[in-house]
């Protein structure tokens, strides 16, 4: 087995498409499709199915993990050697939520950029259950998500912000003389929804249930402004964090806060314990904490 042949098993895993592939390694189908053949038979195995469509079967899903660790490791060396470059170049991937990146990251970015010119900064805007998949895989360095207290044995992270949910709704809805809303107060409502990779939205949803009923799901977006929009043309209530209110500037609209216990927002920025952080990396994650005064 050999770098190349990881590469690609680990590229047909992905897009579990052999064109595909080969688009994203600039080879031809064919070598693609030699690669993953010479691999299947050097380990006496197969690896994906191929009809009707391809799947990895359960030894290539096993094999998968392992080769993701491989590539890894094997990042890691240039990324050792970057050190003794005084960051003079170097790339980073970062995951940030849309709902709230855009209230502390463009300023922390630009300056970050402006002061390291020479280092790359790629984004992924998310939710939280995208990002930490994408963490998981090693696709990210840095995941901006909601805190896990429970995956404090997996990652390593700085917390800095904690902000209520808060009740958007009409300023004509029955809801808008309210000085607190309950979620009983809620049951007959319609209710403009993160996506469900917003860790949010099961917090919302198990909330509902504790008040013995199902929260009637009129839309999803991961766009904060689409959301506003969409109580602001009654459509139904929805649930965003005050730091994200502050931001809105809507006259129909009324933000109230919930009946306690609240629900809120924790933020933190997340790396991985078990993998090589870059000294671009960490002089981010620096950086980031110092400007947001952590």
């Given amino acids: 087995m050999n770098l190349k042949q990881i590469e690609t098993f680990i590229a047909v895993a992905d ?22 053949k010479s691999l299947e038979d050097e380990l006496d195995t197969q690896l994906f199915y ?22 890894n490791l094997m990042k890691s060396i240039p990324l050792e050697v970057e050190n003794y470059h005084e960051l003079n170049k170097g790339e ?8 709230t990146g ?3 990251f ?4 630009g300056e970050f950029n402006y002061k390291y010119p020479n280092i790359k900064i790629k984004l992924f805007e998310g939710g939280s259950k995208q990002i930490e998949t994408r963490l998981e895989e090693g696709k990210l360095d840095i995941g901006i998500m909601v805190s896990n207290p429970s995956k ?51 917090n919302i ?25 969409m109580v602001a043309f009654g459509v139904g209530v929805a649930f965003l964090p005050e730091v994200t209110c502050m931001e809105l500037k809507k006259e129909n609209l009324i ?13 933190s920025i997340n790396w991985r314990k078990d993998r090589y952080l870059s000294h671009a990396s960490r002089e981010w994650i620096n950086f980031a904490a110092t400007k947001l005064s952590i």
Avoid: H, W
């Fill in 152 to 202: 404090s044995e997996i990652y390593d992270s700085i917390e800095f912000v904690r902000s209520p949910l808060l009740v958007v709704v009409n300023k004509n809805s029955v809801l808008a003389n309210k000085n607190v809303i309950s979620f009983d107060d809620l049951r007959n409502q319609k209710f403009v929804l993160f996506q469900e990779d917003f860790k949010l939205n099961d």
């Fill in 106 to 109: 463009p300023e922390i970015i």
């Fill in 102 to 104: 855009s209230s502390f």
């Fill in 15 to 36: 897009y579990l498409n052999f064109t595909k592939a080969a688009e994203e390694l600039y080879v031809t189908q064919s070598s693609v499709s030699k690669l993953i």
């Fill in 255 to 267: 933000y109230i806060p919930l009946e306690e216990p609240s629900i809120y927002l924790n933020l």
């Fill in 205 to 229: 949803i198990e909330r509902c249930k504790l008040e013995g009923f199902e929260p009637y799901i009129i839309c999803k977006s991961s766009q904060k402004e689409f959301i506003a929009e």
């Fill in 50 to 71: 191929r009809t009707p469509n391809i799947e990895l079967t359960e030894v290539g899903k096993s094999i998968y993990k392992q080769c993701i660790n491989i590539m």
């Fill in 92 to 99: 980073i991937n970062i995951g940030i939520p849309p709902l």
